[in-house]
């Protein structure tokens, strides 16, 4: 069975504090995309790499880093996390293939103090 | 640019009846892809159907169809026979085919709450 696999489902972290969200895939999948969701604004598109250590910004990557130095290792980083970057954040992954679907872990809920 | 529109921040239905939750989408390309997710309270997307832009035939799986209206640039997702457990978010996203730069990256909508009435 597919998986994905988000190292913690709760987080609560200090304001200036550096935070790292990890993410794991083992369907050997190229594609893998971090995701950030708010009541009301649906997800969106923090950052997403198509193989190891290649990463592209999404739309809206500011106040966030990613690192891919394995293919199945996708993992966001939180510089100096500020309030404003409580969220429940998502990362998913997906095959080549024109019609594969995305496969999502699930889920840490973030909260910054 | 690429845009998906739900229109529905919420939705109820009373068990064992049918519903529809609107989707549409904005989009220049001509090969795209529609896919739509269901979201219950635990927080994991679950994915529910697809529709390429050039399949002729409305997608259908179990209870899910995709009522797909091209020239309207809609793709409703049908939900028959309403279950309490079909009670969660539902997410419309869509995918450009062009990849270029964006690898195929999903635009998702704002997403509808629906609750099933027992």
């Known amino acids: 069975d597919v998986k994905v696999t988000q190292s913690s489902r709760y987080l609560v972290k200090r304001t200036g504090e550096k935070v790292f969200l990890e993410c794991v895939q083992d369907?050997?999948?190229?594609?893998m995309f971090w995701y950030r969701q708010d009541p009301g604004l649906g997800l969106r598109l923090i950052y997403f790499s198509y193989d190891v250590k290649m990463k592209e910004k999404g739309d809206i990557p500011e106040g966030y880093s990613v690192s891919r130095e394995k293919k199945e290792r996708f993992s966001l980083i939180l510089e100096s996390a500020s309030t404003n970057q409580t969220s429940m954040y998502l990362c998913a992954s997906r095959g080549q293939g024109v019609v594969e679907k995305l496969f999502f872990g699930s889920g840490t809920q973030l909260s910054v103090l | 640019a690429q845009k998906i529109t739900q229109t529905q921040p919420g939705m109820f239905v009373q068990e064992k009846e049918a519903v529809t939750l609107d989707c549409t989408y904005d989009?220049?390309?001509?090969?795209?892809?529609l896919f739509w997710y269901k979201q219950p309270s635990s927080g994991e997307m679950i994915f529910l159907i697809y529709?390429?832009?050039?399949?002729?035939q409305n997608a259908t799986e179990g209870r899910y169809s995709l009522n797909f209206q091209k020239a309207r640039k809609s793709a409703n997702l049908v939900i028959s026979a309403s279950q309490l457990g079909d009670s969660a978010m539902y997410f419309c996203?869509?995918?450009?085919?062009?990849?270029?730069?964006?690898?195929?990256?999903?635009?998702f909508g704002k997403g509808t709450k629906l609750s099933v009435k027992p």
């Open positions: 529709q390429g832009s050039y399949d002729e």
């Open positions: 989009t220049s390309d001509q090969s795209y892809g």
């Open positions: 996203a869509m995918r450009s085919q062009n990849y270029g730069g964006s690898q195929g990256n999903l635009i």
């Open positions: 369907m050997d999948h190229e594609n």
